[in-house]
């Protein structure tokens, strides 16, 4: 099974950027590459979403929430995952996961993202 590691997340008042990175360990390049990854949130009280996701070949969809705020990156050589958020806002607290977008694997121990003014 895949090891996921985010990191990046923090507290920004509304309007700031956040960048967060996935690590995904415990799998080949091989394994990883022809995969769609994807990056969900998960807030109080709330079921996880899937907000952005990007296929082998780099593209790339977003939840209608997030759309033209976030974007999803990767960088196969490292087996990585990026999420650019611009324009935070309140609504997108929640701890952030990054996992295969199909069949996801084991869940990392995510990252905390709060936007609060």
């Known amino acids: 099974q895949a090891q996921l590691v985010e990191s990046g997340g923090g507290s920004v008042q509304p309007g700031g950027s956040l960048r967060l990175s996935c690590a995904v360990r415990?799998?080949?390049?091989?394994?990883?590459?022809?995969?769609?990854m994807g990056w969900y949130r998960q807030a109080p009280g709330k079921q996880r979403e899937l907000v952005a996701t990007i296929t082998s070949s780099r593209g790339t969809d977003y939840a209608d929430s997030v759309r033209g705020r976030f974007t999803i990156s990767r960088d196969n050589a490292n087996k990585k995952v990026y999420l650019q958020m611009n324009s935070l806002k309140p609504e997108d607290t929640a701890v952030y996961y990054c996992n295969f977008a199909t069949n996801p694997s084991n869940w990392g121990q995510g990252t905390q993202v709060t936007v609060s003014s």
């Open positions: 415990r799998v080949i390049s091989s394994v990883f590459n022809p995969r769609a």
